[in-house]
């Protein structure tokens, strides 16, 4: 497979991964957890909403390691807007993000690829205008740079 | 409280959003799928995947209206999508990427998008933020009141 020119990658370490499930997603909602996240201090490096309904949603975020345990104190106080949902949160985790030139299917299905082959199970991933985006345990991250090296070479 | 300076706010009007969930084990055939997206010049302008326990993976993507037949199959075929997983589709969605290079660095921007979104009364159907840009995807409807949002918080460069 040829490989795709990208003008950077960039790691992150010591994050720390919060899903909520389901979630009953809507603007209020999101707002009433964030909000007091944001108070806090707390600043989140990655956030990924989605679900097939507005009251069965899914809510991926991920922080900083050492903002894990009053961000789960603070979400804990704030369940009550959704009884049914479960708060599932995992240390050690890092992400791993690729600066594409375009091409957002093939960068994509080569990111997947390459995971797949160093045998990493993405916990999350977006692609935003100008990087993709993927959550992995850290200590996968040497593996994952090693075998996205296969699928893409950094510019100039 | 002052306006957030961002680089750009971008619109992709006339798409669909799908959202699979599946067994985790059928990630592996997501790639080939995704490559031949690409052999057929399909592109794919927001993509996001979460694993929620117990091992299930939602999917969440926006492709072209005139995509959306070839995408539905190539999904639907292509990772074997059989109740309780699912392939739901919603048609008439906009694509909304706020980019503003600082964004990653300030804490509460989407609490406060967020705030004025649900007091405009806009539904979001799926959001992703990292590093740099928000992205939305809304319903076309809510377009117009998305837009008085983004006009009380950010700074929106004109032209």
Redesign the interface.
Known sequence: MAKIRVAGIRQMENLALI?I?PFP????H??YI??P???N??????????????DNM?L?IALKRAHIAAAVGILKEKRKIWPKG?I?YQEGVG?I?LFPHG????I???F??AL?EAGI???????????V?AIIEEIYIPQALNSLSDYFYLAG | MSKIKIHNLLYAPGQVLLNIQMHESKLIYLPPILATFREEGISIPFIMHSLFPPKLITITLTLDQKDMAIGQVAFQEGLDISPPEFLKIKRKVVLIIIYGPHLGEIPGVVSRLHKLLSQEGVEILAMSASLNSCLLVIQDLFLPKANRAFAQIFEIPQG
């Not at chain 1, 091409?103 to 093939?106: G, P």
């Not at chain 1, 199970?121 to 990087?131: E, Q």
């Open positions: 899903t499930a997603l809507s603007s209020y999101l707002e964030l909000s996240l944001a108070k201090g707390i600043n989140l490096e990655f956030i990924a909403a989605q679900g097939a309904s507005p899914g991926a479960e599932y992400m993000s091409k957002r299917a093939a994509i299905s080569n997947l690829s797949q199970k993405p916990l999350a991933l977006n692609l935003s205008l100008a990087a985006c």
